[in-house]
């Protein structure tokens, strides 16, 4: 699955394009609303923020969908949220994974090697959810991925 990365991807050729302002860590552990329960979501833990390519900050959510990790339901409404805010990983219509694809196989696959390793280490087979990205690395590993080589736009 590694190897079906684009070289940028896998750090072997430098990002695409400009950089712009990225979160770094998100997930959706990330996402609170202040003041509780009904207030605005806010975007916590920062510590990690940089100038990067805005997909690799929804590639973790899109992954955990793409595994089946995430339902179709809370995609849904998180990517909704995102685009109405005018978040710039993903087109603000039409198919975000132009934009997703490259980041969210790319966490898949380092999501797949951190379960194998703690598995390995505590001596224990893979749980079900690492199984489900340890599958998905499998799927990948069989097939091309659908947009080649092409950065992010």
Known sequence: AWATLPAW??????MPGPGRLCH???????LVRHPAPDGPWKLIDVDDLGAGVPAWDLGRPAAWFACGLLPPEAWSRFLAAYRAAGGP????????????DTAARALTVQTAALAVAKATEAGRPVDEVEQ???????RMGRRPPPLADAPPK
Do not use: I
């Not at 991807?9 to 430098?14: G, N, Q």
């Open 89 to 100: 990983a993903v087109p603000a219509t039409g198919d975000p994974w132009t934009a997703l």
């Open 132 to 138: 489900a990205v340890v599958d998905a690395c499998d």
């Open 24 to 30: 770094g860590d998100l997930h959706l552990g990330q």
């Open 9 to 14: 991807a896998r750090a072997e050729a430098p």
